[in-house]
Structures are given as structure tokens and as C-alpha cells.
């Protein structure tokens, strides 16, 4: 059965560094997402993408992150200079089309110290 | 806007046992709702889908869900527990339009007591 598939699984970084977080969507998906959960708190939204170009963003989601599509296949997130409140379990999802239900990946868990 | 609340943080049933997970929405637009499970240091997994179809829906594990439209509420349940079913929950909402943004609810961590 296809799945979303994200790596590493675990990072971790030191603070103020550049981490890029990967994943691959299902192959026939035009939606793709990034959410993340701190420890214990509730699943967040942080950006939706379509049609290439990013189509929704949270108030998260400021000018140190970053989505890519660069090859058709992967979908990756960037953090540009990492902060404690960073550390997080970062999902990827992808949504196929004509079907409303987001296909989500095991996680990345970041850590920053 | 779309919302989720759950009403439980925390649910202990025995095994054998039923459960009730309680979750009320709130949307502007017709919605699509869903229940996700993720066990201890795995994904989220789709349980169940509600599209405007049937009101009472089946997933997977023995899980159902029904939308009460009257009441706003998307409940999940499951006639008898399983120490397998010890998870955290989690109701979603997104709209049938626009970006399809999923809106999670805060949890609901369920434990099975042997």
C-alpha cells in the first residue's frame, strides 16, 4: 500500500542551524502539507501546497521556513537558522485528488539544543 | 472558520469493554470529518472518514462514528476495547473547498486497562 514517507526520523540539531526535513508524497498526490506537534500540545498546521506554489500558511510558518518541491517526487521543509521552540514532531501529508482525506507520514521528530 | 474540540483528554475503559470518544465541530461550510489514531511513536493513521454520505461510518479496528448534524458532533466508537486500541485520537475537520486545511482537535488519549 503506498504511504508518505519522511526522513530521518529523528534529528537533531544545534541552535541557529539549518535543518531540511524530507519527504515523499504518494505518487498520484496534488496536495501536499507540513504540520507539526510539540510535545504534548495539539497538532498544528503549518502549510499547504498545490500546483507548485504554496497555497496556505499559518501564522507558524514565518520567513525562517521554507517549502520545496524540487524533483516532482520529494517535498522537503526548511528551516533556516533552528530555535529552541523548534523541537517538534514534524508530519508531512499529501492529499490525492478527488478524495478529501490527507495521507500522513510516520514524522521527523527535531530536536534543537 | 473550522474547529475542532474534543471533549476528553483522557479516556480509561476496560477491556471488553465499550468506547466513546467525543468530538464536536463547528464549520461555516459543509464539512469532512475524520478520525486519526497515532500510537506511541508512529504516524497518524486514518481511522474513518465522514463525507456527506452516510451519517453512521465504518473504519477500521471495529471503530465507527456518527455525524449528528443537530448536534455538531462526530463521536467515536467501538463496541468492545482491545489493549491494542490504547492510543492517542485525534478528530479532524476541513472544508470541501479551498485548500482542504485539516483542523485537529487537542486529543484524546485512550487507555485500556487489562
Known amino acids: 500500500e503506498p504511504e508518505v514517507t519522511q526522513t530521518p526520523s529523528h534529528q537533531v540539531t544545534q541552535m541557529g542551524q539549518e535543518v531540511i526535513l524530507r519527504c515523499v508524497p504518494i505518487?498520484?498526490?496534488?496536495?501536499f502539507y507540513w504540520y507539526r506537534q510539540i510535545l504534548g500540545q495539539k497538532v498544528e498546521f503549518l502549510v499547504s501546497?498545490?500546483?507548485?506554489?504554496?497555497?496556505?500558511k499559518s501564522e507558524i510558518f514565518d520567513d525562517q521556513f521554507s517549502v520545496e518541491r524540487p524533483d516532482g517526487s520529494n517535498f522537503t521543509l526548511k528551516i533556516r537558522s533552528t530555535k529552541l521552540e523548534d523541537s517538534a514532531m514534524y508530519f508531512c501529508?499529501?492529499?490525492?485528488?478527488?478524495?478529501?482525506?490527507?495521507?500522513f507520514g510516520q514524522g521527523t521528530r527535531l530536536t534543537v539544543v | 472558520a473550522q474547529s475542532v474540540t474534543q471533549l476528553d483528554s483522557h479516556v480509561s475503559v476496560s477491556e471488553g469493554t465499550p468506547v466513546l470518544l467525543r468530538c464536536n465541530y463547528s464549520?461555516?461550510?459543509?464539512?469532512?470529518l475524520f478520525w486519526y489514531v497515532q500510537h506511541p511513536n508512529k504516524g497518524l493513521q486514518l481511522l474513518l472518514k465522514y463525507t456527506s454520505a452516510a451519517t453512521l461510518v465504518k473504519g477500521i479496528n471495529g471503530f465507527e462514528a456518527e455525524f449528528k448534524k443537530s448536534e455538531t458532533s462526530f463521536h467515536l466508537t467501538k463496541p468492545s476495547a482491545h489493549m491494542s486500541d490504547a492510543a492517542e485520537y485525534f478528530c479532524?475537520?476541513?472544508?470541501?473547498?479551498?485548500?482542504?486545511?485539516?483542523?485537529f482537535g487537542t486529543g484524546t488519549r485512550l487507555k485500556v486497562l487489562a
Open positions: 464549520s461555516s461550510y459543509s464539512p469532512s
Open positions: 501546497f498545490y500546483n507548485n506554489e504554496i497555497s496556505e
Open positions: 501529508a499529501s492529499k490525492p485528488p478527488g478524495f478529501p482525506e490527507a495521507f
Open positions: 505518487s498520484n498526490h496534488l496536495y
Open positions: 479532524v475537520v476541513t472544508t470541501t473547498s479551498g485548500t482542504y486545511k485539516y483542523i
